[in-house]
């Protein structure tokens, strides 16, 4: 593959995997959430309990006011729960509840099908592990300190 191919398809995938999961949550019947709702939920889901509301408006550069609103309506939606650190009784991690991520686990699910119908279990087991490097290597909590890596 290419440098060229590889940037082009990093450009889709992130934001390709988002509209797919909106979708899937505004069919009928569902809860509505926005995008950024989706976002959120996308990072809480990948790292439960690692993240609290303020972390996400640094990250986001996004006001907290605005990040606090749209925590507390994810919330309502019974979407994410917030857990109260042991050692600091103002600090408030979030988690995504299993409603939330039932509907990740069927869009990955259905994913996997469709790679496992093309591509051996070695070539799947090669780009997971690709996969998690890329966004360990691009994870907010890693570089917040240095921001132009």
Same mark, same amino acid.
């Given at each position: ?68 609103? %749209?925590?507390?309506?994810?919330? %309502? ?39 496992? $119908? ?6 799947? $087991? ?5 996969? $998690? ?17």
């Amino acid at each position: 593959m290419t440098r060229t191919k590889f940037v082009e398809i990093s450009k889709k995938i992130g934001y390709t995997i988002a509209i797919k999961l909106l979708n899937i949550l505004h069919e009928p019947n569902e809860k509505s959430i926005t995008f950024n709702g989706v976002l959120y939920m996308e990072i809480i889901t990948a790292y439960p309990g690692v993240y609290t509301a303020s972390d996400l408006a640094d990250m986001l550069c996004v006001a907290r006011s605005a990040v606090a609103q %749209k925590v507390n309506e994810l919330e %309502k939606l019974n979407y994410l729960r917030k857990k109260q650190s042991n050692t600091d009784k103002r600090v408030y991690y979030l988690y995504p509840t299993g409603e939330f991520a039932d509907k990740l686990i069927g869009l990955s699910g259905s994913l996997y099908e469709k790679l496992s $119908d093309k591509y051996s279990a070695t070539d799947i $087991d090669n780009f997971c592990e690709m996969i $998690d490097f890329i966004t360990e290597e691009l994870a907010w909590h890693k570089n917040k300190d240095n921001k132009t890596q």
